[in-house]
């Protein structure tokens, strides 16, 4: 006779509204900070993956970090639209695009030069909205995908020298909520996450020093800036079907800062 | 870039510091305009006009105008 507790045990597996099994999911800026961290945590939570970003080697660096399944490593500038081409037509249907792949640049209002807007531009907002539609034209997402855009609270939150970084992720705020109003009628979900610092080479090479940093951090609420991990839960929640009736959300996690 | 026009263009990116009070030997730190900010605008402009990569800590271990040019020359190709 199975005794209550192993009961609740397996109920425990039985019910859980998070799985990413059988779920292909495609992860940009899989090769560093916060992409690295979603595209293992999905990997753990059953889904296969598609790591996207420049440089072979480091996407070989998180590959060796997943879980098991098949998961597929692409090389791809997604600012060239060739590239993105070639690797979009040879990619199968997915369940999930995560959309992580950014840039930060901390330039002062007064020295902004159309070079330094062209390139977070380029990376932050150009690039993640002609991958999706390169996706949608080639009928690569499937209905009742969940597509997942990594923005920032510093879309409404300014802080000095991000004035372009912060209208990137603005934009891509509000395309994302176009993108979800036209993808509903296929049950298709897009929502953003919208952190707050998050312990990555991004703000680590911005400029600050970490002594700066580590001083802003003692100010959080929470008492400390985000991992990788920590957003990585939420966008779990997002691509999975504990999330079916959310799309057209703009989620601040934050460690309480505002 | 000579260290002439780099000390010209660091103090241009003071708004009410007079250019002349900044040369190659000023302790730039001790200027009562120093702030965050214009450390972010060094930062940038090691960035944008030297396409030099400055970090925070680079700009706190530098004590004169000269010492940050030779880090920014050192950096140049």
Not at chain 1, 47 to 63: H, M, P, S, Y
Not at chain 1, 136 to 141: A, N, V
Request: net charge negative; with cysteine; charged share 20%.
């Amino acid at each position: 006779m199975t005794s209550l507790l192993e009961e609740w045990s397996k109920m425990e597996v039985e019910f859980n509204p998070f799985s990413l099994k059988g779920k292909t999911i495609l992860v940009t800026g899989a090769s560093s900070g916060i992409g690295k961290g979603i595209a293992v945590a999905c990997s753990n939570m059953g889904a296969t993956i598609i790591l996207v970003g420049r440089n072979n080697e480091r996407l070989q660096a998180t590959f060796d970090l997943l879980g098991n399944g098949d998961h597929v490593i692409c090389s791809c500038d997604l600012t060239n639209q060739e590239d993105v081409a070639r690797m979009v037509d040879g990619l199968p249907s997915l369940h999930g695009v995560v959309h992580c792949a950014g840039i930060g640049q901390r330039v002062l209002c007064k020295q902004l030069t159309e070079k330094v807007l062209d390139q977070v531009m380029d990376v932050n907002f150009k690039a993640p909205v002609l991958l999706q539609t390169a996706l949608l034209k080639k009928k690569k997402i499937e209905s009742g995908a969940s597509i997942v855009f990594i923005a920032s609270m510093a879309s409404w939150s300014p802080s000095m020298g991000n004035g372009a970084y912060s209208a990137s992720k603005g934009a891509i705020i509000s395309y994302a909520n176009c993108l979800g109003l036209e993808l509903a009628s296929r049950g298709i979900r897009v929502n953003c996450i919208s952190p707050a610092m998050v312990w990555t080479d991004l703000i680590l090479k911005d400029g600050l020093t970490e002594t700066q940093l580590r001083e802003d951090e003692s100010k959080y609420p929470l008492k400390r800036y985000g991992t990788p991990e920590d957003i990585a839960n939420l966008a779990i929640y997002m691509l999975s079907d504990a999330s079916i009736w959310m799309t057209g959300s703009n989620v601040k996690i934050s460690g309480g800062a505002f | 870039m000579t260290l002439e026009e780099f000390v010209e263009n660091f103090a241009n990116q003071f708004e009410d510091t007079d250019a002349s009070e900044i040369k190659a030997e000023t302790a730039f730190h001790d200027l009562d305009e120093w702030s965050s900010m214009i450390v972010l605008a060094i930062i940038a402009m090691a960035n944008i006009d030297y396409d030099v990569t400055l970090t925070g800590d680079d700009i706190k271990n530098a004590v004169t105008v000269k010492d940050l040019y030779d880090v920014v020359a050192g950096r140049m190709e």
